[in-house]
């Protein structure tokens, strides 16, 4: 089936700094895309989502990147600060209206203070 | 405030018994979600139901059982069927109104069958 990677598991970025967290994905029928934050012990926020018609969509401190010759998707953090720290995942929908979204496995984004 | 109440946080159960997991929502969403989520792996779908009455198997439904008998409410139960029941239990909506709209989800039911 299709499945939606991210390149680095692991992530530590000085407080303050830009971070990126990458996301690969396989199926050029996706559509949508979403990027979610995950605090411990709780359930995934939304935090921006983009449409396979943009390359690129910002939000407060956030910007996603689409580029879809190489299927790839970023999630850009400015002057990250410590409530930033979370795992950080990606979902991709592939034919919309199928309602099953594929999830990637997550990044850990760590701030060091 | 909006948002979607799932509880209790953490549940524990001797193998062999049934559960139920509660899903409450108050954002008038017509969809909701069950997803599994386990170390290492993405969240995988368990049941949907896109309108009351009604609900269709995810990936993984085997040992799972839901009903939608208001808007409001998708309770999930994990029967004695389910052979790793061990997991955490992410309920979410959405809104089906229009085009692209992203899951929300509640904090989530941790489950420990022992």
């Known amino acids: 089936g299709e499945s939606v990677g991210l390149h680095l598991p692991t992530l530590s970025v000085q407080e303050g700094d830009n971070s990126i967290i990458n996301c690969a994905y396989s199926?050029?029928?996706?559509?949508?895309f979403i990027w979610y934050k995950q605090e411990s012990g709780k359930g995934p926020q939304f935090i921006i989502d983009?449409?396979?018609?943009?390359d690129k969509r910002q939000g407060q401190r956030v910007t996603v990147l689409l580029n879809k010759t190489v299927k790839h998707l970023s999630l850009q953090i400015a002057a990250t600060q410590p409530g930033d720290s979370a795992v950080y995942f990606c979902?991709?929908?592939?034919?919309?209206?199928?309602?099953?979204?594929?999830f990637g496995t997550g990044t850990r984004l760590t701030i060091i203070p | 405030d909006g948002g979607i109440t799932q509880s209790p946080k953490y549940l524990f159960r001797k193998e062999g018994q049934n559960v139920t997991l509660s899903c409450e929502q108050n954002?008038?969403?017509?969809?909701m979600y069950w997803y599994r989520q386990d170390p290492g792996q993405g969240l995988r779908l368990i049941y949907y139901?896109?309108?009351?009455?009604?609900?269709q198997k995810g990936d993984i439904a085997e040992g799972y059982s839901v009903s939608r008998e208001k808007k409001e409410s998708f309770p999930l139960t994990v029967t004695s069927a389910q052979k790793n029941p061990t997991a955490f239990y992410l309920c979410?909506?959405?809104?089906?109104?229009?085009?692209?709209?992203?899951?929300?989800f509640g904090n989530g039911t941790r489950l420990t069958v022992t």
């Open positions: 979410a909506s959405r809104e089906t109104g229009r085009n692209n709209s992203p899951l929300h």
């Open positions: 199926n050029s029928a996706s559509d949508y």
């Open positions: 983009i449409r396979s018609n943009m």
């Open positions: 979902a991709e929908n592939i034919n919309f209206g199928n309602e099953k979204l594929t």
């Open positions: 954002l008038n969403h017509d969809a």
């Open positions: 139901s896109q309108i009351v009455n009604d609900f």
